[in-house]
């Protein structure tokens, strides 16, 4: 049996030695309707399945369910102890830009004298 293939058809050629003849039958499988059911098949599979995983209702359920997942509501003491040292840090950088703005201006003052 040999099988050729021509263009997505499978052409299927059979030959059977009978009494000292050869006879090759041929067998077409598929055809063109066989070719649009597939191509309808490749085109809207991919379709089906943006329309169906991308309705808001299942976006949202999974984006808040992962949101919550990966990031845990914080309790409220926890929140102020990082309000607190967000408020220290913004105090030791005022600190040190004040520190430098003096002495900025004390290297200016003995420059003019």
């Known amino acids: 049996m040999v099988v050729i293939f021509l263009t997505s058809v499978v ?6 030695w009978d009494s000292g003849q050869l006879y090759v039958y041929v067998i077409k499988m598929g055809g063109w309707k066989l ?3 597939k191509m309808a098949m490749y085109v809207s599979f991919p379709v089906i399945l943006f329309y169906f995983f991308n309705q ?3 976006f949202e359920d999974w ?5 919550r997942e ?3 509501p ?12 967000i408020r220290r840090i913004h105090e030791r950088k005022e600190k040190e830009l004040f520190k ?4 900025e201006e004390e290297r200016e003052m003995h420059k003019k004298l």
């Open 100 to 103: 430098d703005l003096e002495e």
């Open 35 to 37: 070719e649009i059911g």
């Open 11 to 16: 052409v299927t050629l059979t030959s059977v």
């Open 70 to 72: 990966l990031y845990p």
């Open 63 to 67: 984006v808040v369910r992962m949101r």
């Open 56 to 58: 808001p209702k299942y």
């Open 74 to 85: 914080l309790d409220k003491m926890h929140k102020q102890e990082i309000e607190e040292c």
